[in-house]
C-alpha cells in the first residue's frame, strides 16, 4: 500500500518534471502580455519606472514609462485604448521577456505600437542572434494603433524576445508606445502542399492576430523567408508593409486569412520557387477587396518570369473576390512570383488600403499532347 503510494507519488513527480520540461509557451498574448499587472507604485516616479523587475513578467532597461488611458503629453492625450495599459520606449529603452520555447521551431511575433512625437520611430525586434528593424507608421489606422510582426526561429529552447527603441530624441520622454505583445508558432517556411508548388499559398499560416483588434496585423519588409511572420512570403519595400487580413474582421475570399496590399507600388509580396526552364506553368490567385471601405479601381500586378498581368478589380469596398490566371513559361529554374497594388487607395478615413489576394497557386502545365503522339497511339 505505501510502496503504491509512494509509486504514484513518484510517477506524478516525473510526469510534473516531464511537463515542465516542455510547457514551451502556447500561441497567444505573452505572460502580462497587455500590461494588465502593473508596477507597484514604490517602483515608479510619475509614470516612469524606475526598477529592471517592476513589470510583472517582464525586464527593463533605459526610460520605460507605465501609461493608463487618457494620460496626457504636452497635452497630447496618448491614444492609450480605454481600460488599456501601455508602456513607451523612451531613447535607448528595452522591455525584453524570458520565453521558453521550442528548439528549430518558427515563431511569429505579433505587437501593437503607437508613433509618439518623432515622424520615423523605429523598433529593433531581438531573439538572439536574431533581430529586426521595424518602422512605426501611423498610417494604416485611424485609431493610431497599428499591429506590427516580426519572426524568428528558435536557435534554444530559452529565448529572450527584446523590444528595443534605438532613438535618440531630445525628449526622453518620446518613443513608440506599445502595448498587446502575442506569441504564435508557425509552420517551416519549407512546408509544400502536393497540390501546389507555392508555400503557404491560401496565406492560412501566418502571425498571431488578436481577437478584439479589428485592424490585421502589419508584416514589415522581409528579405529573407527564415525571418517571415508569413510563412514563405517575402516582402519587397524600403519602409511600408503588407497587411495580414483575417476572416473574423474582414471580407476575405476563402479561408480565414488572405493579404491586403495596402502601399501601392512601394510594396512588393513575392516568393522564389524552384522551376524548370523552358517549362510551362499557370499562376493563378483570388483579387478582392477586404470590405473594409476601400472603394474605386482596384488593380493588382502579377509578375513571374517574363510574364506580367494586371488584373482590374472593381471594389465598392463591401468584400467579394474573382479569380485570375497568369501563364508563363519559366526562363531559370528559380522563378519569383510577384505581387503588387497598382496603385495607392485611401479609405474614407485617410488610412491606406488596397486589393486583397487569395489562394495563390503554382502549377506545372501539361504540355499539350504533340499530334504526331496522338497519330501514333
Ligand atoms: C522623480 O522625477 C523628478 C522629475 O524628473 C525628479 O526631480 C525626482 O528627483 C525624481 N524622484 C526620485 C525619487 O527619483
Ligand atoms: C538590434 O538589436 C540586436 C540585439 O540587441 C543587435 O544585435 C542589433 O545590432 C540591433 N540592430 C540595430 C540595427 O541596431
New binding site residues.
Given amino acids: 500500500m505505501a510502496r503504491g503510494a509512494r509509486s504514484v507519488a513518484l510517477l506524478l513527480m516525473m510526469l510534473g518534471v516531464a511537463a515542465r520540461a516542455v510547457s514551451a509557451v502556447s500561441d497567444g498574448p505573452l505572460p502580462n502580455g497587455h500590461f494588465e499587472q502593473r508596477p507597484d507604485a514604490s517602483q515608479m516616479n510619475g509614470t516612469r519606472v524606475m526598477s529592471p523587475n517592476a513589470i510583472p513578467h517582464w525586464e527593463i532597461s533605459g526610460f520605460v514609462e507605465y501609461l493608463g488611458s487618457g494620460q496626457k503629453q504636452d497635452d497630447m492625450i496618448l491614444p492609450v485604448p480605454e481600460g488599456e495599459q501601455a508602456v513607451r520606449l523612451g531613447n535607448d529603452a528595452t522591455i525584453r521577456q524570458q520565453l521558453n520555447v521550442i528548439r528549430h521551431t518558427y515563431y511569429s511575433v505579433t505587437f501593437g505600437a503607437a508613433r509618439t512625437c518623432a515622424q520615423a520611430e523605429r523598433l ?1 525586434v ?1 531573439v ?1 542572434p536574431e ?1 529586426g ?1 521595424l518602422p512605426i507608421q501611423t498610417v494604416y489606422t485611424s485609431s493610431g494603433w497599428d499591429s506590427y510582426s516580426w519572426a524568428f526561429k528558435a536557435k534554444h529552447s530559452t529565448v529572450w524576445l ?1 523590444i ?1 527603441n ?1 532613438g535618440h530624441e531630445e525628449d526622453p520622454a518620446c518613443g513608440p508606445l506599445i502595448d498587446a505583445i502575442a506569441i504564435k508558432a508557425l509552420r517551416s517556411p519549407h512546408h509544400v502542399k502536393t497540390d501546389n508548388m507555392l508555400r503557404n499559398g491560401d496565406f492560412e499560416d501566418g502571425p498571431y492576430i488578436f481577437p478584439n483588434t479589428p485592424w490585421g496585423v502589419l508584416v514589415p519588409p522581409i528579405a529573407e523567408d527564415e525571418h517571415s511572420p508569413l510563412p514563405g512570403w517575402l516582402v519587397m519595400s524600403d519602409t511600408k508593409v503588407v497587411k495580414y487580413v483575417d476572416a473574423a474582421h474582414h471580407a476575405v475570399p476563402r479561408g480565414s486569412h488572405a493579404v491586403e496590399l495596402v502601399a501601392g507600388r512601394e510594396c512588393a509580396l513575392l516568393q522564389e520557387v524552384r522551376t524548370v526552364p523552358g517549362r510551362p506553368y499557370k499562376l493563378s490567385f483570388s483579387i478582392g477587396d477586404a470590405g473594409d471601405g476601400c472603394a474605386g479601381h482596384l488593380a493588382v500586378d502579377a509578375y513571374a518570369s517574363a510574364a506580367a498581368l494586371k488584373v482590374a478589380y472593381e471594389s465598392r469596398g463591401a468584400g467579394g473576390s474573382s479569380r485570375a490566371e497568369l501563364e508563363f513559361v519559366a526562363d531559370a529554374d528559380v522563378t519569383r512570383v510577384v505581387f503588387q497594388s497598382g496603385n495607392h487607395h485611401m479609405k474614407p478615413d485617410g488610412t491606406l488600403c488596397g486589393p486583397v489576394i487569395d489562394d495563390v497557386s503554382l502549377v506545372p502545365e501539361h504540355a499539350h499532347t504533340p499530334a504526331a503522339r496522338r497519330l501514333r497511339m
Fill in positions: 529593433n531581438s538572439t533581430s528593424i527584446s528595443h534605438p
